[in-house]
């Protein structure tokens, strides 16, 4: 059992690294080191950051149903990096959302089995 606990705060630290990272990111990319802006950097940065802030709280505290919400929304955020890898001046920041949306959607997936694999074996003892 004690290895299952381990397991899960590797996941947990991983979803956290993409989420955490994604807002630095956002901010730090539309506040300062954008090349090209064609609207204001606030309202961008507002846009982009929202979202995630509100599943924060949730994944840093290992939150099952944050988790299942938030897989959701890092595939918006992979789209965008997507988006954004094919644009010659913002391919770097479009490599680095597809990492961090990745870091995100796959520590927050196997964090939520593990801990429905362990439910499971709770209720069957």
Not at 51 to 59: K, M, Q, S, T
Not at 106 to 121: A, E, M, P, Q, T
Request: with cysteine; net charge positive.
């Amino acid at each position: 059992m004690a290895k299952n606990m381990d397991i899960t705060i590797f996941w947990r630290a991983l979803a956290g690294i993409g989420i955490i990272g994604l807002i630095g990111l956002c901010v730090v990319w539309n506040g300062w080191l954008t090349p090209v802006q064609s609207i204001p950097r606030s309202i961008e940065i507002i846009l982009l950051v929202a979202p995630l802030l509100y599943f924060v709280r949730g994944v840093l505290h290992g939150n099952r149903d944050t988790f299942i919400a938030v897989m959701l929304v890092s595939f918006i955020y992979m789209l965008m990096g997507i988006w954004y890898a094919f644009s010659e001046e913002e391919k770097v920041y479009g490599y680095l959302m597809i990492v961090f949306s990745l870091f995100l959607f796959f520590g927050s997936l196997l964090n939520v089995w593990i801990l429905d694999k362990r439910d499971k074996l709770r209720n069957v003892s």
